[in-house]
């Protein structure tokens, strides 16, 4: 049977299972049908498309949107509104730095 394109089979006897079965027909084992819970999402300093400090680019991989445009708003932000720059000291000293891939 497929699951989403996937088989699924019974992690003890390795059986084919319905999606909809909470116990294997075969071994009668009880079947985890939890969701899986999502990582949380966190906000970091792009490694990869930084200018400054990375944090536009940061800012624009978080809501997944173009870090050219996060970077135009703050810019118009900082002539209407000088403390913008101060924001954008203080956010590249408290938003961490992007994990390197692998770790």
Do not use: Q
């Amino acid at each position: 049977m497929r699951l989403g394109g996937k088989l699924s089979f019974c992690p003890k006897c390795g059986k084919e299972i319905r999606p909809s079965d909470y116990f294997c027909g075969n071994c009668g084992e009880m079947l985890d049908r939890r969701p899986v819970a999502k990582l949380a999402k966190r906000l970091y300093r792009s490694r990869r498309d930084r200018v400054l400090g990375g944090v536009c680019g940061g800012i624009g991989e978080y809501f997944n949107i173009d870090p050219t445009l996060v970077r135009i708003g703050w810019a118009l932000f900082s002539l209407v509104y000088g403390a913008c720059v101060i924001l954008y000291i203080i956010l590249w000293l408290i938003v961490p730095v992007e994990p390197l891939e692998g770790r």
